[in-house]
């Protein structure tokens, strides 16, 4: 048995959620922080045999595509003057790690 711990953007993390659900993985949901960003993003912890983890892993990647968005923006050009325009950022994507599980019970 391996466990899955997968960190994505909060959007992304109720579709992957749920597609999980519908394949018969059992699923926790975390809220978690990125240390780096500081931003809230989710952690999904998988529960699953060996040979169903590479299934697990493209149910994942279906559903976190990497994506870029158009988003407003606003930059300050000299007191009280500020300028709006349309950025891309690049959204999505999944941090991924399998790892062995030693023992699993359940009470
Ligand atoms: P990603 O590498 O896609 O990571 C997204 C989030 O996944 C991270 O959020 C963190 O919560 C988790 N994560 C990624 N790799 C991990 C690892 N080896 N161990 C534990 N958790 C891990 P943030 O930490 O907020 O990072 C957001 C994005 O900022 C990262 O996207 C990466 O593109 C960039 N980044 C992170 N640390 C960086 C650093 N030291 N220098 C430059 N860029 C960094």
Same mark, same amino acid.
């Given at each position: 048995?391996?466990?899955?711990?997968?960190i994505?953007?909060?959007?992304?993390?109720?579709?992957?959620?749920?597609?999980?659900?519908?394949?018969? =993985?059992?699923?926790? $949901?975390? @809220?978690?922080?990125?240390?780096?960003?500081?931003? #809230?993003?989710?952690?999904?912890? /998988?529960?699953?045999?060996?040979?169903?983890?590479?299934?697990?892993?493209?149910?994942?990647?279906?559903?976190?595509?990497?994506?870029?968005?158009?988003?407003?923006?606003?930059?300050? =050009?000299?007191?009280? $003057?500020? @300028?709006?325009?349309?950025?891309?950022?690049?959204? #999505?994507?999944?941090t991924?790690? /399998?790892?062995?599980?030693?023992?699993?019970?359940?009470?």
């Open positions: 048995m391996k466990l899955i711990l997968a994505m953007s909060n959007e992304d993390s109720p579709s992957v959620s749920s597609a999980l659900t519908k394949e018969n =993985y059992q699923v926790t $949901r975390l @809220a978690t922080t990125g240390g780096f960003l500081r931003a #809230g993003n989710t952690t999904l912890i /998988v529960g699953t045999a060996d040979d169903k983890i590479d299934q697990a892993i493209e149910t994942i990647a279906e559903f976190s595509r990497k994506r870029t968005e158009v988003v407003p923006s606003t930059a300050s =050009y000299d007191i009280g $003057r500020f @300028a709006s325009f349309p950025v891309e950022v690049q959204v #999505g994507g999944a991924i790690f /399998v790892i062995d599980v030693e023992q699993f019970v359940k009470l």
